[in-house]
């Protein structure tokens, strides 16, 4: 048998091509989250809305993890309304985080297509989180503006996303005065 002798530079070359696909699988491996929650519930505030208002805290997510090796670093934040939802009301939706002793705002977004998505940066450290969501009215919306929640993406820089669903359905609708 003839071993055949490999240009070295073709095989630079093929490395160097291969070396992104490396990289792929190495996100794909990432562990999955949902074996340290230990606690997971999204909570509505069960008040009217009125228009051309804040309205602090509409629906608050609770999150609590075990220990875990590495802290996780949430991304992004992608809340699915209901199909029955009509946001053309909606000026602004803004999350804001809390550890239990400090709160901070997460980031803002408006809703587009049935979903607002949500980018930042923010470290889960310690067990007990808390995201709280605020919602503005525009001064404009008329009293079909309503949604409901049909699920909350959470997506995480070093491990899997983590899907929550709301345990019961509730629709937020504006108030009339």
């Known amino acids: 048998m003839q071993?055949?002798?490999?240009?070295?530079?073709v095989a630079l070359l093929l490395g160097a091509l291969l070396m992104p696909l490396a990289w792929q699988c190495k996100n794909i491996t990432k562990p999955d989250i949902r074996?340290?929650?230990?606690?997971?519930?999204?909570s509505p505030e069960r008040v009217p809305m009125f228009t051309g208002k804040l309205h602090e805290k509409c629906f608050t997510l609770d999150l609590g993890f075990s220990e875990m090796e590495k802290i996780p670093v949430l991304e992004q934040v992608t809340v699915f309304f209901t199909e029955e939802?009509?946001?053309?009301?909606?000026?602004?939706?803004?999350?804001?985080?809390s550890d239990g002793e400090n709160s901070r705002?997460?980031?803002?977004?408006?809703?587009?297509?049935g979903k607002v998505v949500f980018d930042g940066n923010l470290e889960l450290s310690g067990s007990s989180h808390s995201l709280y969501f605020d919602i503005t009215l525009k001064p404009e919306a008329d009293l079909l503006t309503r949604f409901?929640?049909?699920?909350?993406?959470?997506?995480f820089k070093n491990y899997k996303a983590l899907m929550v669903k709301p345990s019961e359905s509730y629709v937020h609708r504006t108030a009339l005065v």
């Open 3 to 9: 071993m055949r002798k490999v240009n070295f530079p």
């Open 35 to 42: 074996e340290k929650v230990t606690g997971l519930e999204i």
């Open 85 to 97: 939802s009509e946001l053309s009301g909606v000026d602004s939706v803004r999350v804001g985080y």
């Open 105 to 113: 705002e997460f980031a803002s977004s408006v809703p587009v297509a």
């Open 148 to 155: 409901g929640i049909a699920e909350i993406e959470l997506s």
